[in-house]
């Protein structure tokens, strides 16, 4: 007998594709379920067997649903535009287009040899034209957008612009840029065109602005916060330094409520929900001015603490804000300026974890304090960021550990300003009933009046308000890129322009060079062919640039979160070509019910998508405000590492107990030369690397041991595993629920290939349990014992329980006992063993479809209904007594357990077992206990 995985599973995979088994119907009488997971990258690795795990879980849950009478949506796509794919470029010359589409059908092969109920009739690429079409047309109406915090929502632009029209901008309450100035209804209507053009960009949801990025000159690009690791790009480990350019920003930063609040309606794990809160973080407070001795420039503060501002002894500015240059005297010009160099090639991220290091410098100015006007010194340093609330803290030392540990380093005075608390404590907490003393009108107060009564008295003096700040700053949207989403945007006059929605899209044009030009320019700018005639709407040759009808397009692309902000909706409807997705998809859809994906997106993807999906509800584009129902954070699998040891500056390796008493370098080695009593092929290795062919090995008993650490799954650690080799030696059934039977969903677990036989044998039995010797099927149709629908009826109701909680590990336990059991009890009942099938579908689908055709069934097990739980088929009709002779148990005896204490002495006395134990003798006396214990008393 013979369970033949790879023929069956090839079978059913053609069987899926050529019938479309797992197509979605976007007008269904069924309730409607939409299953999603986190848009994948396809790299050139491809897949490694960390890659499916979120993937076969959220198959799992779909394959459920659809069982359950569901219409479920399960689609996948790529998110395929990039920077590895443009670096690869820059290497090789080979377009970014053609890895790309290598990558896509590598990733494609490996998925469909899964088994994944996809329906790939949806597929998505966002660097296809047809896609971001409506990427670029979610852009134009951003730009056409401006929000309104009166109403909470964004609006057109035009109906600002009637709004400045018929009142000026004095009434408006709106987000925009920091230096708006007022107008008047007459000064509006006498702005020229271009004058109006640029007060409406200082409104608009998305907007060119000079801003601080992370800036990469290896790479030629600005990244991401999320890009930078440990202050060097995530791709390439190459240098960032903090530089200001103008950039596309994306005003997210005025859904910064709506963001937090919205948090309480979704089903998220408490620890996700809380990472997006600490980003957008939310602080109370006031805007403090502070005026500059001798100028006309002012620095306006956001302060949590309005009330600590009699304890000032100093302000901090961080090195990037624009007054630094402005106020910095002559005598300390050089040092500022060294210490601003020094600081931009130091990420934020970096800045912010560092609390040890104490570093600064005096500008030479003064501030003047608002209410005791005394001299306030003005320092920089880079624990202050400039994006951050105003890039300035007004420094009370007394109030604040990092202030304190600034003034103590740089012998600056401190100030006590409240009672009985010691200032060399750690930083001030300012709980409630702490009194604030020596502090002019404060003196004596509490701390919440005391918040009060000082934002009360800068209000009077025209030197402050009551502010709530958010830690959440606008987006940078542009990237130094070629392979992204070009903008729909040329320039007259240096202004931006849209282009129509009817011209779109703006095509990806063809370059000679994937770097920056040579004066700097993104890639774009080696374009020859990219300027916008108005007159034909089409792209033209450069050279036709006449400033009159044909100008120059925008040469930065969009980042790549732009494609994967609504990627979900246009699987919804992904062959409109007359909108992102019709009306009746959206309304039949709504949004995604399950996201599966990695914790690394918590911010980033999450937030921006929220906020995108937002904005297109208030235009009136979608009918939900939220993205995603729930959301689950799959765990990673992590690798089993191999380590040769290599004596230091010699090419001799010696084996790992040996290693211990050497200076020795640990080596990656490749898993796959390393056997699983943990020893290296000494050949397979030499020809390995080319550096290793001449090496020597010092082994132990002849044999080289390596050494094991469980590490991340990487091509860099040689510890990544190929699922292709798991399905061709095992089947993708195995490896399917072998993923899930490591451990909970949420949790990292590592990787053990020598385990999975385990899960192997266990489908050899399953299959077993339906066919004999000869691979002939053996279910007959006649009637199951009580204790194998016991069995199945307790396996429906744990499995059932499992995948509603998302607890797959235990399901395949379950299942384990469950052929464990029918097997001993030699059941082959169609009552029994199809309802089985059917169960274990949405973990093992390839062999469950094979199983249900042999059982006669002529359409696919996924169109089966779920099996129904029956509790009668629990219920205990008899009991196994312990049968004890005078308080020794000696054998057990199945009796029902409505019998009575008469009718089970009787019985017992009359058995076989118990005439042997007494042999003759009559008992003196027979305890019976109903539904526990008989003790028969000699």
């Known amino acids: 007998m013979r369970y033949n995985f790879n023929q069956i599973e090839k079978k059913w995979q053609e069987y899926w594709a050529k019938n479309q088994t797992f197509k979605a119907e976007n007008n269904s009488e069924k309730p409607k379920y939409y299953v999603l997971d986190m848009f994948p990258y396809p790299s050139g690795a491809g897949l490694h067997v960390g890659h499916p795990l979120g993937y076969i879980a959220s198959d799992i849950y779909a394959r459920y649903k659809r069982h359950k009478g569901f219409n479920v949506l399960h689609p996948q796509g790529y998110d395929s535009f990039g920077l590895p794919a443009e670096q690869y470029a820059i290497q090789t010359g080979q377009h970014p287009a053609l890895t790309t589409e290598a990558n896509i059908n590598r990733y494609r092969e490996q998925l469909d040899q899964i088994g994944f109920s996809f329906d790939w009739s949806r597929e998505v690429r966002t660097s296809e034209p047809d896609y971001y079409k409506w990427t670029q047309w979610i852009f134009i109406q951003l730009f056409d957008s401006w929000y309104d915090f009166e109403s909470e929502k964004a609006r057109p632009i035009s109906e600002l612009e009637e709004i400045f029209a018929a009142e000026g901008n004095s009434g408006v309450n709106a987000a925009c840029d920091d230096d708006v100035e007022q107008f008047t209804v007459t000064q509006w209507n006498n702005f020229s065109s ?93 805007l403090v001015e502070f005026k500059v001795q001798g100028s006309e420039f002012k620095v306006p503060v956001f302060t949590t603490r309005p009330d600590t501002i009699f304890g000032v002894t100093f302000m901090t500015l961080a090195p990037e804000h624009e007054l630094v240059e402005k106020i910095t005297t002559p005598e300390h010009k050089s040092e500022v300026e060294a210490y601003v160099q020094a600081t931009a090639k130091r990420s934020e991220r970096e800045r912010m974890a560092d609390v040890k290091t104490i570093s600064g410098v005096f500008t030479g100015a003064y501030a003047e304090h608002p209410f005791t006007k005394e001299p ?68 004596g107060l509490e701390y ?54 009817e011209h779109l899209p703006l095509r990806l044009p063809e370059v000679e060079k994937y770097l920056p030009t040579e004066t700097g320019e993104p890639p774009l700018g ?208 195995t490896l399917r629920m072998y993923e899930m039977f490591l451990g909970p969903l949420e949790q990292a677990k590592p990787w053990n290939t020598a385990g999975i036989t385990g899960v192997h044998n266990f489908l050899k039995k399953l299959w077993k349990l339906y066919h004999d010797e000869d691979n002939k099927i053996i279910v007959s149709d006649g009637k199951a014992s009580a204790d194998s629908l016991k069995t199945l009826h307790k396996t429906i109701k744990k499995v059932t329980e499992d995948i509603e909680s998302f607890s797959f590990n235990t399901s395949v336990s379950t299942f384990m006992i469950c052929v464990n059991e029918l097997s001993a009890q030699k059941c082959h009942f169609r009552e029994v063993v199809e309802p089985l099938a059917i169960l274990i579908a949405p973990y093992a689908p390839h062999i469950s479809e094979e199983l249900w055709e042999k059982l006669g069934h002529d359409t696919s097990v996924t169109t089966a209904a779920y099996p129904v739980y029956e509790e009668k088929f629990l219920v205990e009709s008899t009991k196994e007594y312990p049968i004890s002779f005078n308080g020794k148990m000696r054998f057990t005896l199945e009796l029902p357990l409505d019998m009575s204490k008469d009718e089970i002495e009787k019985t017992v006395l009359a058995h076989e077992k118990t005439q042997q134990q007494l042999d003759g003798r009559v008992p003196k006396k027979v305890i019976v206990v109903p539904g526990k214990i008989v003790n028969i008393v000699g």
Request: glycine share 8%; proline share 4%; net charge negative.
């Open 376 to 443: 306030v010194p003005i320092w920089i340093g880079d624990y202050v960021l400039a994006g951050y609330g105003t890039g300035a803290v007004m420094a009370v030392p007394c109030g604040d550990q990092r202030d304190y540990e600034f003034a103590k380093h740089f012998d600056l005075p401190i100030r006590n300003i409240f009672e009985n608390v010691d200032i060399s404590e750690e930083a001030y907490s300012g709980k409630e009933g702490t009194v604030i003393a020596n502090s002019d009108f404060l003196d």
């Open 194 to 286: 271009e004058e109006k053009q640029k007060q409406l960009l200082k409104y608009r949801l998305t907007y060119l602005a000079e801003t601080e990025v992370n800036w990469c000159p290896q790479l030629g690009t600005v990244l991401a916060n999320d890009e930078i690791v440990n202050g060097v790009s995530e791709r390439g480990g190459y240098p960032v330094i903090r530089k200001k350019m103008t950039q596309w920003s994306m005003r997210i930063s005025a859904f910064a409520e709506r963001l937090l609040q919205g948090l309480n309606e979704l089903d998220w794990t408490e620890s996700l929900k809380e990472s997006q809160r600490n980003w957008i973080g939310k602080s109370v407070g006031a």
């Open 448 to 501: 919440k009046a005391a918040l009060q009564k000082a934002i009360l008295e800068l209000e009077k003096i025209g030197q402050g308000k009551g502010k709530t700040n958010y830690r959440l700053r606008d987006a940078v949207f542009s990237r130094q890129r070629y392979w992204g989403e070009p903008f729909p945007v040329y320039y007259v006059e240096g202004l931006p322009q849209m282009i129509e929605k």
């Open 526 to 733: 080696n374009a020859t062919d990219w300027a916008w005639d108005t007159e034909k709407n089409e792209v033209v040759e450069n050279s036709k640039i006449d400033h009159k009808t044909v100008f120059p397009l925008e040469l930065n692309t969009m980042p790549g979160w732009a494609g994967s902000s609504w990627y979900l909706f246009r699987y919804m409807d992904p062959q409109n070509e007359e909108r992102f997705a019709s009306e009746e998809a959206l309304e039949y859809w709504e949004n995604v019910d399950l996201y599966i994906g990695g914790s690394e997106h918590a911010t980033g993807h999450l937030l921006y998508s929220r906020f995108w999906t937002k904005f297109l509800k208030d235009r009136g584009f979608l009918p939900v405000e939220e993205p995603f129902k729930k959301l689950i954070n799959q765990g990673m699998i992590l690798g089993t590492s191999a380590f040769v040891y290599r004596l230091e500056g010699e090419n001799k390796f010696v084996s790992k107990k040996l290693s211990e008493a050497h200076n020795v370098q640990p080596i990656h080695a490749d898993v796959s030369l390393v056997n699983a009593s943990d020893e290296l092929d000494i050949e397979g290795f030499k020809k390995w690397r080319p550096e290793f062919a001449d090496a020597e090995f010092v082994t132990e008993d002849g044999k080289y041991i390596v050494g094991r650490e469980v590490e991340k799954m990487s091509k860099s650690k040689y510890n990544v595993v190929n699922p292709d080799d798991i399905c061709e030696n095992y089947g993708a059934d």
